[in-house]
């Protein structure tokens, strides 16, 4: 599947900017004053690997070029076009951790396939003195943050670090072009494209229909974490976060404000402290707000207090990280506004749909089956989830 290298690197600006603010958590259930909770803080260093990568799987040549061998009999490189577009440095200092290479990986688990095999083949190298980038001043230094000052243009690197990085990236080309990873490359383009469009159909059969929508973000969740958590009613059933998100949705007829809702949309998340929660954007018809706070404080109160019994907790999340008119809670676009449409649709359904191809904890997935029970149907347990068009 060919993409255009400008296109991925907007999707893979946009999408890290979308997972910088979103994964993050915030109580919001009593006083309103929000506090972060930091869940993961290398999104900026992936985005830059991800960059790398969709550069050098677009190119052909070598980063350095090779100019021959100089008087001592060693070869001599320069700078390219393509060493313009990447900073090796970004990567050069990774030192490998004080663990087996076989268990390496298994740090790096909720990032995307293309990132492990990275990390992967930068340990190996960075393990052996003999093809390492690092600086020759680090080989053989166990000081992983060394205080002598560190190279940071490319015209301070050595002929050796040059073409040990040209062959750290002819390697990785190798493993990224390998017929299993091109599959799941493929599969996983091909799955997260098709959500991505039917959620854009989906959004613009509403924007039709109804002309002016307020859509309204939430994050939902039950307690420290809530995915293992089970709230005993009064009738002596147990339930659990999935459970609580199948009846918030099957009694939103019966219940004002989400009486009012048109549409939702969302996808399950996770993070280390409050485990497996839920974003949910939920759809109004603007004329049928009202007020703004108070639709947000009665939704809070039903979740966080009469559907699950004083155990859950919901933040008032961001719409998307841009433009700043999104950069709050509850956004209102009407059908004419094309500029705005086309950024929801990039930004907040892009996330929705997109942003497991980056970062997709494997225990979003975990939880759901373990929660899980053979009633529910595969609708209910899907990770990305949109009520269905209504045809009245």
């Not at 976060?241 to 939702?264: E, W």
């Not at 719409?319 to 086309?342: H, M, V």
Request: proline letters at 4%.
């Amino acid at each position: 599947m060919r993409i255009k290298l400008d296109v991925m690197i907007d999707e893979i600006e946009m999408l890290f900017d979308e997972l910088n603010l979103h994964i993050n958590f915030f109580d919001t259930k009593t006083t309103l004053i929000s506090f972060p909770v930091l869940c993961d803080g290398k999104f900026e260093f992936y985005k830059k690997i991800e960059k790398f990568i969709a550069i050098i799987n677009k190119y052909n040549s070598n980063i350095f070029r090779c100019l021959g061998l100089n008087n001592t009999g060693n070869f001599t490189y320069s700078a390219t076009p393509l060493s313009q577009m990447i900073n090796p440095f970004d990567f050069l200092y990774i030192r490998p951790p004080s663990a087996p290479s076989d268990e390496y990986p298994l740090q790096f688990p909720t990032i995307s396939k293309n990132v492990q095999l990275f990390m992967q083949l930068l340990w190996e190298y960075n393990s052996n003195n003999q093809a390492t980038l690092s600086p020759d001043s680090m080989i053989n230094n166990t000081n992983v943050n060394p205080v002598y000052p560190q190279p940071i243009q490319d015209i301070q690197l050595s002929d050796r670090q040059k073409h040990q990085i040209n062959n750290f990236a002819f390697a990785l080309k190798s493993q990224l072009h390998s017929e299993e990873n091109q599959y799941y490359f493929n599969e996983t383009q091909r799955k997260t494209n098709q959500k991505y469009k039917d959620f854009c159909i989906y959004f613009d059969h509403l924007i039709q229909k109804f002309d002016d929508l307020t859509f309204i973000s939430f994050d939902f969740c039950l307690g420290t974490d809530g995915s293992l958590i089970e709230v005993n009613t009064a009738n002596g059933e147990k339930k659990n976060i999935l459970t609580f998100k199948a009846q918030f949705l099957n009694n939103a007829r019966n219940i004002d404000p989400l009486s009012r809702m048109v549409g939702y949309m969302g996808k399950w998340e996770y993070n280390n402290v409050q485990g497996l929660y839920f974003r949910m954007i939920l759809i109004f018809p603007t004329n049928k707000v009202g007020d703004i706070k108070t639709l947000q404080y009665q939704i809070d109160n039903y979740w966080c207090d009469t559907l699950t019994l004083g155990v859950g907790l919901s933040h008032h999340s961001h719409i998307a990280s841009y433009p700043k008119k999104y950069r709050k809670s509850f956004c209102k676009i009407k059908a004419g506004q094309s500029k705005d449409i086309e950024l929801f649709k990039q930004r907040t359904i892009g996330y929705l749909t997109k942003s497991e191809k980056y970062y997709n904890p494997p225990e979003i997935r975990q939880r759901l089956n373990d929660l899980s029970q053979s009633k529910e149907s595969s609708r209910e347990t899907s990770i990305v989830f949109k009520s269905k068009i209504r045809k009245n």
